[in-house]
Each structure stands twice: as structure tokens, then as C-alpha cells.
């Protein structure tokens, strides 16, 4: 299009004239979108490593048999009472056992079903942890390893020793970083645990495990399947926790409410049990794209205002370039491209910035006792972000300019000429 | 000969401050080849005849033929592309784009008619300067030339799609006289070799003296037409 070669050539000539301004209208853009890149990338890293924190390692459906009371009570049977005002004092909890009833067949029918990624049964425990005289509160997990590790990332959360080392030790146990810590104790020790019945079982120690939680890390430990129904005397039928997870979380909500309908049982979503996460990452992309955008419509501003001079500085060149034949369209496109080169050149070097400050960022150390794994600070440096930045930069530019650019073309030549 | 420029009954009115007639039922026609000055009264309307006739003003009434086409009623868009084909135009004040080189100001027009290459159009626009004896300022910043120069690169710049008329409004005007009949001696040549028609508004009756016919005109009317050749 010889049109447009000839039209980006009147436009650049008019910015190079202005070169000053044009760059600093340019330096808005970059600002704007340098900082949008910087925001972004950072506040998602930091997104993505809190809901990791959580989400990583939380299953999608947990399903559990909760200790709560009864809904129906016996007068609401009885049709006699049935529409009167029927008060019971001090409902006390059905006495209903812990274990999930014909667990294994549930996790059959699980597998099979497409949407499931992965299922894996848990034994909780509760334990004492013995140390010379003083008995720490404990919670000992009975898991399968290998499931765990490739669902939930646990080894992520394993310090020293290795999950491995878990498989190939039926005594052992990952203790939690809060146990040893407070209990002195280091990966190849002994520690002994007091089980709910009162006996005393000695296990080894094959690793701590942090999950950057300290409530947690205060009390957790996990043992191999087999070792926790032992603690609790129970059968290998026993099973207290079946943890599920997806392919796609948006089903969780669903499936869940049909397990607890069809089996009677318990199943919490994950939506349900961290609803408070997604709320945090939405308000933090939401102050992440509210700053960028305010940048920009400064920076928009800017634009506009050098633009609207721009025109009236060029008033008799405009008037000229419509006398020799040059459209209205034509003059439009002249001070939108004018607009444009600036919101593509500052766009460009704002993500020139944004990606540079973000790797100085994504290299500074940050270490902190609660995140074992992290030692630097979290960055996303996703692809798409920058795509976003080079949209928003040119779209801002484009609104910035185009209201000058109209000016322009409306402008009439005989006017002009006149005034002379 | 056939008739390049018609007018037919064109009159204007201003709305602004008060409702006022500046043209009144103005017909007239130029054949090509034909070298034709306008003269009158300061105020009496010759300027926005000549917007009217070189289509950068439609609001007029009367119809207006240019090069065998009826303009009255086009789109700006297709006016435009009318202007820069087949109109030059010559402004009292030398109007040049101050960032761009003599050559580019020449080369402009040709460039968004877009029929020549680049360097067709770049060795037309050396041709045209050359006509006008500034081929030597071709490279300076057209900021950078004097006076006189300026408005013979607006005669280049005219001139560079081949016209089928070029139009002046006071082109000498703000020239003493010597380049103001270096100029006119352009547009005789033009005229005469080329057969380019040329409308020209003047206040110089020596300059008028020479054209081939002199319009008249008072109060929005043209009340008479002369000729001393
Ligand atoms: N935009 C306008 N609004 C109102 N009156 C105008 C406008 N432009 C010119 N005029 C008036 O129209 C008349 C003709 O002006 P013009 O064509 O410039 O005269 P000339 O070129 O013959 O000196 C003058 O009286 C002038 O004051
Ligand atoms: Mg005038």
C-alpha cells in the first residue's frame, strides 16, 4: 500500500520534529506498561506460590465421615407431633465411627470414573509423640506415598530425607519440622509414639516434612498406610480419608455433592474449603490491572495532550496536505499512526523494562522459614502478559490519539488558508 | 479547444455573523491552454470563488465542471482524490511543509496519487524544479529557502501530477518585481508550451495585462471580462 508508506513517512517526519515531546509521551507509555509487567508477573508469582502453598497439595474432594447430629430426630418421626413445635434440649452427636464404610469399592468406582485424576486413601492417627517425660500432641497420617507424590506434590514439602525413603521402611516416619525441631530430633533417629489404646511403637525417623504452616508442622507426621491402621488396631479395610483429585477442579462442586448424596458420607470440595484463596487471588489481579490501567490512562492523557498540540502546531501543514489532495481519512491515519508509533515504541520498551526489573526480581533472594522450597522471589513470567502489555500499550495509544486524530481530519483547509 | 473549467450559476452565502451573498450567479468557462487572471475589489470575493472552484469548499450553490466531470455533489474523499489529480494550487503565502525537503514537498502529491514509483515521481519533481531554476535547493529543509524560492517550489509542487489546471490566489502577491514576472513568465511558458490552463487571481494589472483574459469582478458578481493581448 503505497498510501500507507507515504502516510507513515509525513508521520514520522512530524514526530522527529518534536522528537522531545514525542519521546516523553512515549516514556509514559513505557512507565505504564514497565509497570504493568512488573505488577503482573510479580503478583501472580506470588499468586501461584500462595495457592500452591494450599491448593497444590489440598485434594480436590476429601471424603471423610463427620462427627456431627443427627438432622432427624425421633418426635419428627412420629406423626402425632408432626405439626407442633417440637424443641429437643442438649442433641448430643449419633455415636458414628471415623472409618468410611466399604471405603475400598468407593475407591474403585472412583478410578474408573473419567474425571478423576487420582484417588488416595488416608488413616489419621491421633498419637502422642514421646520425649523423655513430655508428651506432644500429634496427628499421624497414614498415606501411600507414591500417590501422594505424584497428586499432591508432597515431596515438595520433604526437607531432608526423601519420600522414597518412606516406601522402603515400614517403621518410618517423615515427621513434621515442628516435632523435630522442638523434640531435637534429626533424620535417622528414633522417636516413639503413644497410641490412642496406649501402646508404645518405636518408628525411624526417614525425613522431616515443612509445610511452611506452622500449626501444622507443630503436630503432622506421616507413616506408610499399613503403619497408621497398626496404630489404631484396625484391619487394612480401615480407611478414615479418601482424597480425590480431578482433572478439572470446576467439577469438584458437583461430584462432591453427589458422593455425600449417594454414599451418606462427607465430601468437601475444594472450592468450599478455600474459598478465602480464590478471593485473595482475584483481589490481587484486581489491584494489579487497577494500577496498570490508571498508568496508562496517564499515560493516555499525555498522549492526548501532545497529539491535540501537535495539531494545532501543524494547523498549516494540515491545511496543506488536504489542498494537494490528501483526504480527511488520510490525515486522520497520519496523527493515529503518530499516536500509535508512540504507544508501540513505548509499549516495546516497557516490556524491555518490565522483563528486566522482573528478572532482577525473580533473582533477589527471599528466603523464609514457611516456604522451605522457595529461595528467591516468586515471578510468572507467563507469555500472555506481555501479549496483554503490546494490547493494552497500542489500544491506549489508539484511544489517546484518535480523538485528536478526528480533529484533524475535520479540519477545514479554506479556514486555515483564510486566516492567514 | 475543449473547455477544462466550468461554472455554472455558482453562488455562496455566509451565515456568519449576518446572512450575506458573497457570490451571485457567477458563470464563466476556461478553455485549455488558456491563461486567465482574476481582478477586483478587495473583499469582493475572489478567494472564495477560488475555494469553490478548486473543490476545497461544497458549500455553494450552482454546479461546478472540472476536466469533463461534474464535481458538485461528490464525496470529500473523491475530491480529494480529484485535487491532487488534476488541480494545482498556488497560495498567496508560500505554503511548504517546513520539516520536509524541497524535493518531499514536491514529491508529496505525486507520492499519494501513487501511479509512478518512487523514483519516477523523485526525477519528475528534479524535472519541475528545474523548470523553476531551484533544482540546486532540491536537499535544503524547505524551512531553510527564501521567500521568493518558497513560492516557486509551490509552482513545482502544483505541477508535479500534470494538471489540468492550476489556480493562484495572489501567487505574486508577496514577491517584488523581479520574481513576480519570474513567475509569471513560468506560467506563460506553461500555458503556451504545455498547454496547461492557468486561473490566476491578481492585483497586479501589469501582471494581468499580459494573461489572455481578465475577469472582472465586484461585489460577488463578474462584471466584466478583458483582454489587452
Ligand atoms: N468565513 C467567512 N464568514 C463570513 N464572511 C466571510 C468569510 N470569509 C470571507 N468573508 C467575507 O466575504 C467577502 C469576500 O471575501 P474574499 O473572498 O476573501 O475576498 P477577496 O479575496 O476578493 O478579497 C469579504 O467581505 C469577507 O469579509
Ligand atoms: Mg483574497
Redesign the pocket.
Request: hydrophobic share 30%.
Given at each position: 500500500m503505497t498510501n500507507f508508506k507515504i502516510i507513515l513517512d509525513i508521520s514520522t517526519t512530524f514526530l522527529l520534529s518534536r522528537i522531545k515531546q514525542s519521546t516523553i509521551a512515549a516514556l509514559g507509555v513505557t512507565f505504564g506498561i514497565g509497570t504493568f509487567i512488573i505488577l503482573v508477573s510479580f503478583m501472580t508469582g506470588l499468586n501461584s506460590l500462595l495457592d500452591g502453598l494450599i491448593l497444590n497439595r489440598t485434594p480436590h474432594i476429601r471424603i471423610y465421615n463427620e462427627v456431627k447430629r443427627s438432622e432427624v430426630q425421633p418426635v419428627d418421626l412420629v406423626s402425632r407431633f408432626r405439626n407442633g413445635l417440637n424443641i429437643v434440649h442438649s442433641i448430643k452427636p449419633k455415636k458414628n465411627q471415623i472409618r468410611i464404610h466399604n471405603a475400598l469399592p468407593l475407591i474403585e468406582s472412583l478410578r474408573r470414573d473419567e474425571r478423576v485424576k487420582g484417588v488416595t486413601p488416608q488413616v489419621a492417627a491421633k498419637v502422642f509423640y514421646l520425649s523423655g517425660s513430655t508428651e506432644l500432641n500429634g496427628l499421624v497420617n497414614g498415606i501411600n506415598v507414591e500417590d501422594e507424590v505424584c497428586l499432591f506434590n508432597f515431596d515438595d514439602y520433604i526437607v531432608q530425607g526423601s519420600p522414597q525413603d518412606l516406601l522402603k521402611n515400614k517403621n518410618g516416619i517423615l515427621l513434621g519440622a515442628g516435632v523435630a525441631d522442638k523434640m531435637l530430633l534429626a533424620v535417622g533417629d528414633r522417636i516413639q509414639v503413644i497410641t490412642t489404646s496406649g501402646g508404645i511403637v518405636p518408628l525411624k525417623i526417614v525425613g522431616i516434612f515443612q509445610s511452611g504452616l506452622a500449626d501444622l508442622d507443630n503436630v503432622q507426621s506421616y507413616v506408610n498406610l499399613k503403619m497408621a491402621q497398626q496404630l489404631i488396631g484396625e484391619n487394612t479395610n480401615y480407611i478414615s480419608d479418601i482424597n480425590v483429585k480431578l482433572w478439572d477442579m470446576d467439577n469438584a462442586v458437583p461430584m462432591s455433592a453427589a458422593i455425600s448424596e449417594q454414599h451418606d458420607l462427607t465430601a468437601l470440595d475444594i472450592k468450599t474449603a478455600n474459598a478465602q484463596f480464590e478471593t485473595g487471588t482475584a483481589i490481587r489481579n484486581l489491584i494489579t490491572y487497577a494500577v496498570s490501567i490508571t498508568l496508562l490512562i496517564v499515560a493516555g492523557f499525555g498522549i492526548y495532550n501532545i497529539l491535540n498540540m501537535f495539531i494545532y502546531e501543524k494547523m498549516n501543514d494540515i491545511a496543506i496536505l488536504k489542498a494537494t489532495g490528501f483526504s480527511g481519512l488520510d490525515v486522520k491515519l497520519v496523527f493515529i499512526s503518530q499516536a500509535l508509533i508512540i504507544g508501540f515504541l513505548g509499549g516495546l520498551l516497557g516490556l524491555i523494562l518490565g522483563f528486566g526489573v522482573s528478572v532482577l526480581i525473580s533473582h533477589a533472594p527471599f528466603e523464609t522459614e514457611a516456604l522451605p522450597t522457595i529461595k528467591t522471589y516468586p515471578v510468572n513470567f507467563d507469555p500472555l502478559f506481555y501479549v496483554i502489555g503490546v494490547v493494552f500499550a497500542i489500544s491506549s495509544t489508539f484511544l489517546a490519539g484518535y480523538l485528536p486524530a478526528r480533529k484533524a481530519e475535520q479540519i477545514d483547509p479554506v479556514?486555515i488558508i483564510?486566516g492567514q | 479547444m475543449s473547455v477544462v473549467l466550468q461554472a455554472k450559476k455558482v453562488s455562496k452565502f455566509?451565515k456568519?455573523?449576518v446572512l450575506?451573498q458573497?457570490l451571485k450567479d457567477i458563470s464563466f468557462s476556461i478553455e485549455e491552454g488558456e491563461f486567465v487572471s482574476i481582478m477586483?475589489?478587495?473583499?469582493?470575493?475572489?478567494?472564495?470563488?477560488?475555494?469553490i472552484l478548486s473543490t476545497m469548499d461544497t458549500d455553494y450553490d450552482g454546479e461546478l465542471f472540472l476536466a469533463g466531470e461534474k464535481l458538485t455533489g461528490k464525496s470529500g474523499e473523491a475530491l480529494a482524490r480529484f485535487r491532487n489529480e488534476k488541480i494545482g494550487f498556488v497560495f498567496q503565502f508560500h505554503y511548504l511543509l517546513s520539516e520536509f525537503t524541497v524535493l518531499k514537498n514536491v514529491m508529496l502529491p505525486a507520492l499519494k496519487l501513487g501511479r509512478k514509483s518512487e523514483k519516477e515521481i523523485e526525477r519528475d519533481a528534479m524535472e519541475k524544479l528545474a523548470i523553476l531554476g531551484i533544482e540546486d535547493q532540491a536537499h535544503k529543509k524547505a524551512s531553510m529557502i527564501s521567500g521568493g524560492q518558497k513560492q516557486r517550489v509551490a509552482i513545482a509542487r502544483a505541477l508535479i501530477n500534470d494538471p489540468a489546471i492550476i489556480m493562484g490566489?495572489e501567487p505574486t502577491g508577496n514577491l517584488d518585481s523581479k520574481n513576480a514576472d519570474n513567475v509569471f513568465n513560468v506560467f506563460k511558458e506553461l500555458s503556451v508550451n504545455n498547454k496547461l490552463s492557468l486561473l490566476i487571481?491578481t492585483h497586479d494589472l501589469d501582471f494581468a495585462k499580459k494573461t489572455d483574459r481578465i475577469i472582472e469582478?465586484g461585489d460577488?458578481e463578474i462584471i466584466g471580462s478583458r483582454s489587452f493581448a
Open positions: 479556514e483564510r | 455566509f456568519q455573523p450575506f458573497v477586483g475589489k478587495s473583499g469582493c470575493g475572489k478567494s472564495t470563488l477560488l475555494y490566489d487571481v469582478m460577488g
